[in-house]
């Protein structure tokens, strides 16, 4: 059921960073239908009507763990955050990992694990809703190529949210779905965190519709918007422009989930 938005405020700061270009030497990805489902560090190609899904690359990085994945519509690689060593990292469509930038833990925290780009090219990542970070990855060579060029926090309303997606004809936004409810009780909460605002609203509310978070999640430009439940590996359709969620299909369990696809690929 759609309610009124529920607004916060968030705190700011802007930050520069020098990093070296990091040009791509692998081949992109193909803007297709898929979803791309990284756990732990082996990254999978999911389809999100059925729930199949193949493994592209058993070992995506050197590090242990990587997460915060999103799709980059201005050149087609995957770009993630590979933990605990803070690398930001370009997946090509063969699952090989090409290290872009590394940061310190002032500038992003221990880790990350919701990521996702917006249309101009921009990267946001951060730690559950909590935290964010904008990375620009418009333009290869540029100054401020790999660089966090703004962060900050906000106020997730004592909820969180395990990844987010941008879905262009929704608006400004990233979208996630959280457990729980905005006060307290059982229930899973349909969220938007604004980049313009850097607030955080509770768009919808619904029940319990399967057990833990949900730690992927995948956009389509329709507004619809596909969520991988961590421990039963339901995957589930929620309309952000209004409507009633529904199961789609059954992927992979795992404990440690994140995804991404190219929202333009409109899943024929």
Known sequence: MIGPPTTVTATTTVTATVTPTCEPTT???????????????????VDLQTGAYEEVASAVSDANNVNAIGYNPLDDYLYGIANPARQLIRVSSRGEATVVSTFTQAQMGASAYVGDFDSEGYFWFGSGGSTWHQVDLRTPGSPTYGTIVARGTADVLGLGVADWVHIPVAGPYMWGVATGLVGGGSGTTLMRFGLETRRWEAVARYPVLAPGGFGAVYGINN?????????????WAFNVLGGDPYLASNGPVSSSNDGARCVLNMLD
């Open 27 to 45: 081949p992109p990805l193909q803007c297709d239908e898929y979803g791309y489902l990284i756990q732990y560090n082996s990254l999978y190609r």
């Open 223 to 235: 507004g619809t918007l596909y969520a991988s439940n961590n421990a039963v590996g339901e995957i």
